[in-house]
Structure formats: C-alpha cells, structure tokens
C-alpha cells in the first residue's frame, strides 16, 4: 500500500492542485514563492498536526470575500442560519491510496461501497464549522457588540477621523482570527475513485462529496501513515541566540547533535527502560559510579552541613539534608561536548588525540549528519527500534512512512548536495524488516531549489510548481499549479531520452527559472550574457537559465518547456538552403528554405527564406497563454555603409557574421589569427554589403567559432560591442514578459 495522489485545494496558494507521489522519492521543484513549501505544510498539517495547525492565513485568499459574504447574510438574518456549502470554501486534502489485497482490512472504513474490488481508496480531511448555528450565533453577537460601541462612540459627539476605525470583528475571516479553534475542526470523509480525474490544465478537478456525506468518526489514516518532518529552518549558525560564529562556537539546543543523539539513546537505548540481560552490566556500572560519587559527595559537605546546624537547623523536628547524584546517560548527552570532531594529526603517535567541539565544525557537515541521524531516528522509531519496540497488545506498525524534507541543500556544497539526494532513500530503508519484499512503504517527499539535487534524481520523480498570475483559471489572486513533468512526453521516448540525457549533462536549472533562453552555440554562449548585462538591467537581475543547444535539437526540448510553460526566447540561425540541398548564404528571390528545425517543426510559421526575412518582430511569436509564449530570434537584415554613405542591406546567416556586420569598425581592429584574421581581412578589402556577407559565410563555415569568440572578450573595445538587431529585439521581448510576470519586483524577480 502507498499513498498515488494529494489533492489540496484551499490552502493558501494551492487552489486546487494534484501532487502524484511517487514509489519512493518526490521532489518538489518550481521557482521561488511557487507554493513547494505550503504542499509540505499542508500535508504535516491535514496528516499529523490536524486543527490545531491552521488559522485563517490558510484560507486561499480569493476565498475570503466569500466567507465574508456569508457573515453578512448572517447579520442581515440573525434569526435565520442559512445552509452554506462550505465544501469548496475551505481548506480541504484529498488522499488517494493505491491498496494491495493482504492490506484491505486496513482500510474498511475507506472502501466506499459494496462493489469496490480493489484499487484506490480515498479520504478527505477537510476543515470546516463544528456547528454552523453557534458559529452564526457567536458572530452576530461580537458583530453585534461592534456596532453598538460604535454606535455610542459616535452618539457621544465624537467622529470618526478619516479612513475606516477597525474594531474586531470587521468581517467573519476577522471574527476567525481570535475564535478558529473554538469554532473550526477537521473532519473525514470517504471518496468515490470513481469520480477520480484526471487535471484539466493542469488544474486538480476536486469532487464534490454528496449532499448527504456523513464524516468518519476519526481518522482512518491515524494507524495507516506515520508522518516524520526535517523543515528548512533547522538554526545553524542562527545569530539571534548562540551562534557558531560566537566565541563560545555554541549552536542552538534544537540544532545540536548532542541534543538529537540524547533523545535517540532516551528512545531506543537507554538501559533503564524495560532492561533486558545485555542491559545489567551497564545499570551495574552506573550504581557502582553513582555509589561512590555519593560517598565523596557526603565527606565533601560535611563540614559545610556541620556549618549549618550553628544556625539552629535542622531543628529536632525538621529534616536532614541528603546530597545525592543521579548519573543519567542521556543527560550527559546534552552537554556541549558530548559530541566532537577529532582532527587528523601527522604526530599520530607522539601527541594525544586533538578535538574539536560540535559548534566548531563546519555549518554543511553540521546539516548533513543532522539531517541524515534524524532520518535513521525516524526510521527507527517507526520500526520500534529498541526501547521504542512495544508490546505485542499495542497497534502495529503502520504501513506507510511518510518523510518530508524541505530545502536539505542548506549549506551544503555541490557534492554534499548530491550524495544526500541519492542516499536519503536508502538510509530511511536500512533495516532488515524494509528490504525487497517488505509489505511496509516509504515515501519520502523532498522540497528543493536546489539543480544539482534535481539533477540527480529521476526525470519521473520531479513535480514542477508553476506560478499562476491573478485572474488565472477564475481565480482573483495568484495561485500555483504542480505539474507532473514524468508525464510530459507521453508515448515520445526519443525525444523524452534526448531531454532527460541533456538536462542530466548539461542544466537541471531549468525548473527554477524565471525565464528560457535557447541559443545554438559557444560564441552566444559567451555573449549573451554581456548582452543582457549591458542593456537589459531587469532580465539581467532575473532568474534567467540560459541553455546552449543546436538549432536541429532545440524543437526536442518544446514538449517539456510547453508542460513547465516558462517564457522562452529560442536564439537560432537562419541556415538557409537551396531546394536540391545544400548550405547557402541568405539571399533574396533564390527560393532558399530555412534547414532549421526549430523553425520548421516548432514555430511552424513558414520555411520560405524570404517569408521569414520579413516577418515582422511581433509576429515571431507563439502566444500560448497569457503568461507562457515563445519567441524565436533569428538573423534579420543588417543595413552596414560599406564604400559609401549610403548603407546598403547584407543578408548574415548567423550570429557571427551577423555580430560583425553589426559592428564593423570594431571587427576590422580586432586583433587574433584564424578565424579572426579571416573576418578581419574580409572586412578591409570587400567593397560591397553582398560581397561581404558572402566571403563571411565562406569563412564561418571552417573557422573555430570559439576561438573568435575568446578573442572578442579579450579585446580591449570589449564594452563597446552591440548585439545584432535580431538579438535585441528578443531581449527586450524577454524582458517585458519577465516584467510582466512579476511587476511588483520591477522585473527583478527572484535572483538566483
């Protein structure tokens, strides 16, 4: 048995959204502020905290009006409590179990009618009135309360000063601020996997329970899915209390090792609970200790409490004083050099051993055995390890473990990064009763902004969190949608192997980012960025990931950048051919025909060269939804004054000739052999813009594109370089839409 589905809606950010699981590891991708982070909290909170999590900051805020207008209709009818649907109001989670025969009996109180044979169970934890009447009641009573001491307040003479003097409650979300545990609980109810579907763009399409649906006396899951949690805030180096930049080198109490360790000993070892033979020789040695520690206690004060009777006590009626030890193994756990690092030392055998304390080792080695000795102390415990094993009359264990992990790259370096993304698994099956064949499941969920954790997981496992713009889907404020990017290629496994082989060699990034950018080669590579830096101070300031791919593998990439559904400009080249084959320099009226894929099997615009030359900037766009377009840049013609003042059109057929058609003064200086020396030559002799573009396409077609590149930037007139037309025309595109998705940070957005 594992958990297949969660279904959220309500809950902050998460409208309405699915989030399929995955066998084993889960790992939630998406840019900043896309909702990864609610998910986990709304799973710790709906599965193992339960009412006592919430308050009315999880209430999507969209849905607040609507719950307010229910108030009104409340003080508009005191007398009348109208029924309200709260089911599609409030926060609610849907969980969906895939159930194997021998686990059936578990979940008898799921199985939603007699001709269920099998399969998916479901349950709804959804928050909601305890009792709709004294909700009303209490309301309209504060409510009422509210406007009679306004009333008095203003009958006194008094005015209101301007704006709006806020008294609680103002609405019925305000009435929840102070009263949500008093009036709101978390009810269960059983789904039909019938009425299971599938998203519809990309949205969850939530249920609805029958107007008769009775809630389950408790939670069915309570004794099916044990919940354990390593958030994000886990205060090392934390400067607002002990810090391990202080002199001291302390670390907060939560943060410690020491501290983690103490409870793993009190939980699984500690020799004074329940004890068994291997455990008397251990209590023998700490009586012995403590018996002689006490008689060293007792002549030590002796003279101190023979002091004390000159003050007249103890009287004869009152009682002696005793001083006495009580040695605890896990207390002296606690201290702070309970745990320690030894340092390697050449003089092994001259000196003593050298340690340094737990505050003193670096922060990512701190978080990484944190990390990982809490999530053996999970696995532990929910296998009864130990002393935490129970007697045979208590419940069994539960069948699934779920484990959530939020931002584990906290930090840590690279390499650390990817040895905790490929063995945090393991460590939480590294017991004898979980290996193959086990019946018990974990599932281990991983919230991440980290490439290089995506980058070493499976494609399949990778949940992409898409911010949506207010007004999406219906919905007044932003929300976000997840998207299951192990579905995007369908039945394509070319195509789905050429992208997960390219993202795995080259960037994983690609789920983080704000914005694509696709260009062909090393020199746009190198360029680019100086580009963008120098003319486009906002996407410089964005999360831009920038991927290097040739023109006749780009349109592979469409079908994952489609499902992500981030803004992408695709920087590529003309390559103009004739009709029986054959590269060619660009050229008007030859009936020439783009070679490049990515325009004809992605834009799909047109093949023609002379179509695509005048194609105007606007129309070199597909316009997908309101957030997601793609834009394709390509060579245009560049008018250059050759021999004469008047400037005359050459046709480039690539960035680089482009480029230097586009800053011919700078290119007829640039010093460097090669390729270089050749556009250099070019430059000086060619009298006319066709010859020109002509003798530059002969020349890029064997010289090293690269080498011309490096020496571009090394050249001193570097900074007064301009990018080809075609170039900034697709940056400014770029950068209006980035600007667009996110106005509030003036384009700005979230830095990487």
């Known amino acids: 048995m594992h958990i297949e589905t969660i279904e959220i809606r309500n809950y902050r950010k998460l409208a309405s959204v699915r989030l399929d ?14 909702g990864k982070t609610s998910a986990l909290i709304a799973l710790r909170s709906f599965l193992k905290q339960g009412i006592s999590a919430f308050s009315k900051n999880d209430f999507t805020l ?38 194997d025969d021998h686990d059936v009996h578990r979940v008898s ?21 305890k009792d709709e009447a004294e909700l009303a009641h209490s309301f309209n009573e504060a409510w009422n309360a509210t406007q009679t001491a306004r009333a008095a307040w203003q009958a ?164 002696s004083i005793r001083v006495a030890s009580k040695l605890s193994a896990s207390e002296s756990l606690k201290h702070e050099s309970a745990v320690s690092f030894k340092l390697d030392n050449a003089n092994d055998q001259e000196t003593q051993d050298m340690f340094l304390p737990e505050g003193q080792n670096g922060l990512g080695y701190q978080n990484l055995i944190s990390m990982i000795f809490r999530l053996m102390s999970f696995r532990d415990r929910w296998m009864r390890v130990g002393k935490a094993r129970r007697p045979k009359s208590e419940k069994p264990i539960e069948p699934i473990h779920l484990v959530l992990v939020e931002e584990p790259e906290a930090h840590l370096h690279v390499q650390v990064q990817q040895v905790f993304a490929k063995k945090a698994f393991e460590v939480l099956r590294n017991h004898p009763d979980l290996q193959t064949g086990s019946q018990l499941t974990t599932q281990l969920v991983i919230s991440t902004h980290s490439s290089h954790i995506a980058h070493e997981l499976p494609f399949e496992s990778l949940r992409y969190f898409r911010r949506l713009e207010a007004g999406t889907h219906g919905v007044a404020v932003p929300t976000s949608n997840v998207i299951n990017v192990g579905t995007t290629f369908g039945t394509e496994p070319e195509t789905q192997r050429f992208v997960t082989r390219y993202l795995r060699v080259q960037h994983a990034d690609v789920f983080f980012a704000d914005a694509l950018i ?22 410089h300031h964005a999360y831009v990931t920038m991927l290097e791919i040739g023109g006749s ?22 390559d103009p051919k004739t009709k029986v084959g054959g590269n060619a320099p660009t050229q008007r009226g030859a009936a020439q025909i783009t070679g490049n894929p990515t325009l004809v099997d992605w834009w799909e615009h047109s ?61 007829k200086e640039l010093e460097g052999t090669g390729l270089t020396k050749k556009i250099r030559d070019i430059l000086n002799k060619e009298t006319d813009a066709t010859s020109i573009a002509r003798s530059l396409h002969d020349a890029l077609r064997t010289g090293s ?38 106005p509030a940070l003036g384009g700005a957005l979230h830095a990487a």
């Open 518 to 539: 696709l260009i062909e080669g090393s020199a746009e590579r190198m360029l680019v960025p100086h580009f963008i830096q120098k003319h486009h101070a906002a996407l």
């Open 109 to 129: 109180a799921l199985i939603p009618n007699l001709d269920w044979s099998g399969g998916l169970v479901g349950v709804r934890f959804s928050l909601e009135p």
């Open 156 to 319: 006194s003479g008094r005015r209101e000063s301007e704006g709006h003097l806020s008294l609680w409650p103002d609405n019925l979300v305000d009435f929840l601020t102070r009263r949500f545990q008093t009036h709101l609980t978390l009810r269960h109810y059983t789904l039909d996997p019938d009425q299971l579907q599938d998203p519809q763009q990309d949205r969850a399409v939530i249920q609805n329970l029958s107007a008769d649906a009775q809630p389950l006396a408790t939670n069915p899951l309570q004794d099916i899915v044990v919940v354990d949690e390593i958030n994000a805030q886990r205060g090392f180096g934390d400067k607002s209390g002990a810090s391990t930049d202080d002199s001291s080198g302390r670390i907060p109490e939560t943060a410690k090792l020491s501290r983690q360790l103490s409870e793993y000993y009190t939980s699984h070892l500690d020799p004074t609970e329940t004890p068994g033979p291997e455990d008397l020789d251990a209590l023998q040695t700490i009586t012995i200790a403590q018996n002689g520690f006490d008689a060293r206690l007792q002549e030590a004060f002796r003279e101190a409490l023979k002091e004390l009777t000159g003050l007249s006590y103890p009287g004869v009626t009152d009682p």
């Open 607 to 667: 093949t023609v060269i002379d179509a695509l030359l005048d194609t105007a900037p606007d129309r070199k766009l597909l316009e997908l939804d309101g957030q997601y377009s793609v834009r394709f840049a390509y060579q245009t013609p560049v008018m250059v004054a050759v021999s004469s003042e008047e400037p005359e059109e050459a046709l480039p057929s690539t960035f680089e000739d482009s480029l230097a058609l586009s800053n011919l003064d700078f290119f």
């Open 705 to 742: 594109k690269a080498a011309l590149a490096m020496d571009i930037l090394v050249s001193t007139r570097f900074n007064s370089l301009e990018p080809p037309a075609y170039i900034s025309e697709g940056l400014s595109w770029l950068e209006e839409r980035v600007q667009k998705t996110d």
């Open 62 to 99: 969209s849905r607040w009006q609507e719950i307010n207008d229910i108030g009104v209709g409340w003080t508009e009818a005191p007398d009348v409590t109208p029924a309200v649907k709260w089911d599609g109001l409030l926060p609610s989670l849907d969980v969906w179990l895939r159930v």
């Open 553 to 574: 593998h780009a349109h592979r990439l469409r079908p994952l950048i489609d499902a992500l559904k981030i803004p992408t400009l695709v920087v590529t080249d003309l």
């Open 21 to 34: 699981l995955a066998a084993e590891t889960t790992l939630l991708v998406g840019a900043n502020n896309s």
